[in-house]
């Protein structure tokens, strides 16, 4: 599948993921920088409608997309290898964060040399987990009923002095999840949750447990369980009856698709057998 194929087939899924997992994945999608680092493009990978000037109209697919009912275009600038390392970059973009695609068929079996046996594995364990990973932070992301708005998070703002809660750097800022939303942390999307982070600290912080991240800073981790108990958030990740729920959700993922897997290949079994037992 070639790389303008595999973006706007993506497109949706990605936007889906910045309205229910990571709002600051939006904003971030906008950043040039994080756009050249994150998929080796030179335009960001939204933008705004009224922010794309006339000359750079045509660098951006004409569709228009609403996300947190803000109205974006795609760039259309995408190049296939050996011209630009995009294809793969996306590919790896999409893994880490459990977003799945429906690709045709032939797109979806791996090129690489082996077995159609081995493809197939390959193809449905990553499936799987993408599915498994995706569960879970739809679940962490909808517990609870908290609604905030950016009336809140400004105040979250003005609480780490609008800058990063994790070096102190000003500028541009980000969301970012103190506690992760992934199945070891169990994370949740609420505003006790969450703090401003500059773009690099987001970056290395990623899956890592703020505490083990800022081991040398106690000031700024008593800082941000300050903030998480001024605001009542208190991780599930220490209570041992939810740990056992989401590891039963994820589990459940793959007993459900083994399920229906014996029971489409039984059918198949028995329509073979038919059709040897016609004259």
């Known amino acids: 599948m070639k790389i303008g194929q595999l973006v706007r087939r993506s497109i949706p899924a990605i936007f889906h993921y910045c309205e229910t997992q990571d709002p600051a994945e939006f904003v971030r999608l906008q950043d040039p920088q994080f756009s050249k680092e994150t998929f080796d493009i030179n335009y960001p990978f939204c933008r705004r409608i009224g922010a794309i000037g006339q000359a750079d109209h045509v660098r951006y697919w004409t569709q228009v997309h609403v996300v947190h009912g803000v109205a974006v275009r795609v760039t259309s600038q995408w190049f296939n290898p050996p011209t630009s390392r995009s294809l793969p970059l996306v590919r790896s973009y999409l893994d880490r964060r459990g977003i799945t695609i429906e690709l045709p068929e032939a797109a979806a079996i791996p090129s690489s040399p082996g077995s159609a046996a081995d493809a197939r594995g390959r193809y449905r364990g990553n ?59 169990l994370g949740e999307h609420r505003l006790g949750n969450l703090a401003p982070a500059c773009r690099a600290c987001n970056t290395r912080k990623s899956e890592r447990d703020f505490r083990v991240f800022l081991e040398n800073d106690p000031e700024r981790i008593a800082a941000l369980e300050a903030h998480m ?26 007993d459900l698709a083994d399920r229906y897997v014996g029971i489409l290949n039984t059918l198949l079994r028995e329509g073979a057998e038919d059709r040897q037992d016609d004259p």
């Open 127 to 185: 499936a799987i987990s993408n599915a498994q990973n995706q569960l879970v932070r739809n679940i962490l992301s909808r517990l609870g009923e908290e609604r905030f708005g950016a009336a809140q998070w400004q105040e979250v703002l003005e609480t780490f002095g609008r800058s990063c809660a994790y070096c102190g750097a000003g500028g541009e800022l980000v969301m970012d999840h103190i506690v992760p939303i992934n199945r070891q942390a």
């Open 229 to 254: 108990a001024k605001h009542g958030y208190r991780p599930i990740g220490a209570t041992e009856a939810f740990r056992q729920i989401i590891d039963s959700a994820h589990r459940d993922v793959r």
